[in-house]
């Protein structure tokens, strides 16, 4: 199926509606606990619970409008399944909380596998969206690499040594936060490699 270009808020909404519906979701319950089935679960495990369907349905609409998940958008939907499905069969947070650690660590991996092959894999799924000179990708994806092993050391710290609180803040905003300001912070490098889209029209014309 082709790809079809829909309004970007609608887009946004669709990939971060869950989260922020997760967030809201914990605070409304992170002091509630619930019996079923003679099993005592926390309000964190009931809004993991929920989130997957979530992630599920709003995944299962980006595809329908779009005709194309990306293979990140793939990966962390079956990650969130996976380990979301772990903590609520568990009873056991910590599964859930490790998430993002392996997803960092999936992506950082695969970025530096390529690296060792003389290869940016970060090319090929952005290649599209931001037009670069190969001496270029090589560099972010250098970068990106590193930035996504921190990601995945900084969550472990926090998840580990933090409240349930502080993680949930750290997820919901700090790593969002701090994956846009990674990318503002190389505009210098996509003004020094950065190449026009053949999209783009000749000004000449």
């Known amino acids: 199926m082709a790809k079809a270009k829909i309004n970007p808020t609608l887009k946004m909404v669709l990939e971060m509606g869950p989260i922020v519906l997760f967030f809201i979701g914990y605070l409304k319950l992170r002091d509630s606990s619930f ?16 989130f997957i369907p979530l992630m599920v349905l709003s995944s299962g609409i980006l ?10 958008q793939i990966a962390t939907l079956v990650l969130v399944i996976v380990f979301g499905s772990l903590s609520v069969w568990f009873n056991d947070e910590r599964f859930f909380k490790m998430k993002p650690t392996i997803i960092y660590l999936l992506f950082g991996g ?11 894999y970060l090319k090929v799924v952005m290649e599209e969206v931001l037009p670069m000179q190969q001496e270029g990708w090589m560099i972010l994806t250098r970068r990106l690499c590193g930035f996504f092993l921190g990601l995945a050391l900084l969550n472990e710290l926090i998840w580990r040594t933090q409240s349930t609180d502080n993680w949930v803040y750290f997820k919901t905003f700090g790593l969002t936060a701090g994956v846009f300001i990674f990318f503002m912070s190389q505009s210098a490098l996509f003004q020094k490699y950065g190449e026009e889209s053949e999209d783009t029209p000749d000004a000449a014309e």
């Open 63 to 72: 595809w329908k409008l779009t005709g194309h998940l990306s293979k990140m």
């Open 110 to 120: 695969m970025l530096g596998f390529g690296l060792l092959r003389g290869k940016s």
């Open 35 to 50: 019996t079923i089935a003679g099993n005592d679960y926390q309000g964190f495990i009931i809004v993991t619970a929920a």
